[in-house]
């Protein structure tokens, strides 16, 4: 059962404390002035409930699926780095603990070798696959396997090498790439007819962030999701789709999201999913966070209730780093007391 919302713990603001009085006096019960509080330190009074009331709000549920770690490569690597990147990865495979999935994303190029040729504890994943944006399919499927889209790459494809991960929705894709929310929820149905498991990737921008609209850009990415998959045929949920959290801003900036942040968003995401999808789905669904994440600053992260695993740019290429962080693992169970 997820937990509900702990509303009864929540304290109220005070009306007395208004924003817009210039100055504020608190008075003592028996009617005496005590303090002089200035505006902007009542902003800071303010600000911290504010914080320490979203601390009890957001920690409200928490996923059930094993912790799961992936290593976004993006376009990097050639012959040679990546085969240093495998001998690594191979090295570390006997200080990773058993307790979680692991996923490995190199480019299409180099997928097939590293699949060839990376410990099987890591899974591969394709950072893409093709779906034709503009053919209407009531069933959900979008077979088009008919081959005149140069350039592509189809989850067919992927089938056949028996890769069982795609990466959709990058952000660097929808922004640079022109993937649009509907043709990302067309590619996760098309991916997971064909029986791959697919991380699908969601979040803001900073500017979204900062205008107060986190949740509705989050939310219509995940509409556009649930509206292809939802109770379809081959089309399940659960254990296979994975959601990563990946605020735009975070990524590739060396500016981590706050463990706020993360578990605000992670645990309405889960409550959409809950009122959207399915109770059991909302359990079964991992979340990762993604954004800067590094060996140094995963176990802070790992300890939120709602965090179910990473997705790692930068610091998937190196193969202790990453190792160190598929380890948080452990934190997150030791945290959340499984
Ligand atoms: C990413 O590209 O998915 C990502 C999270 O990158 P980084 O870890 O480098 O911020």
């Known amino acids: 059962m997820m937990r509900a919302a702990a509303a009864t713990t929540m304290k109220t603001t005070p009306s007395s404390y ?11 019960n028996n009617g005496t002035p005590a303090i002089t509080i200035k505006n902007h330190q009542m902003d800071n009074i303010n600000n911290n409930r504010r914080r320490r009331r979203q601390r009890i709000l957001h920690i409200v549920s928490e996923g059930t699926g094993r912790f799961i ?4 490569w993006k376009c ?27 996923y490995c994303c190199p480019t299409f190029l180099h997928l097939n070798y590293v699949k060839e040729n990376l410990d099987t504890r890591f899974k591969v994943c394709a950072q893409n696959s093709w779906v034709e944006a503009d053919l209407v399919d009531p069933e959900h499927h979008y077979d088009s396997t008919t081959g005149a889209f140069t350039g592509e790459i189809s989850a067919e494809m992927l089938e056949d090498l028996q890769v069982p ?19 990302v929820g067309k590619k ?24 107060g609209t986190t949740f509705d850009v989050i939310f219509k990415q995940l509409k556009a999701v649930a509206k292809e998959i939802d109770d379809r045929e081959h089309s399940s949920w659960g254990s296979s789709v994975v959601i990563a959290y990946e605020p735009i ?23 959409w999913l809950a009122e959207n999808v399915s109770e059991d789905v ?51 169970y030791k945290a959340v007391g499984r």
């Open 18 to 28: 208004s924003y817009l009085t210039a100055r504020k006096t608190m008075t003592q």
């Open 69 to 72: 770690v992936g290593g976004n």
């Open 76 to 102: 990097n690597g050639n012959r040679e780095s990546v085969k240093a990147l495998v001998d690594a990865l191979n090295k570390n495979i006997a200080n990773i603990e058993k307790n979680c999935d692991i």
């Open 165 to 183: 991960f795609v990466l959709l929705g990058h952000s660097e894709r929808r922004t640079l790439l022109g993937d649009t929310d509907e043709i």
């Open 188 to 211: 996760v149905a098309h991916a997971r007819y064909h029986g791959l498991s697919v991380v699908v990737c969601v979040g803001e921008t900073l500017e979204e962030r900062e205008n």
């Open 249 to 271: 801003w975070a990524i590739g900036t060396g500016k981590v999201a706050t463990p706020e942040q993360v578990q605000e968003v992670h645990s309405k995401i889960r409550s």
């Open 282 to 332: 909302a359990k079964a669904t991992r979340i990762q966070y993604g954004g800067s994440v590094n060996a140094s600053n995963c176990a802070d992260l790992a300890k939120l209730s709602d965090i179910d695993g990473f997705l790692v740019g930068g610091a998937s290429l190196n193969g202790d780093d990453f190792a160190a962080i598929c380890n948080a693992s452990s934190v997150h």
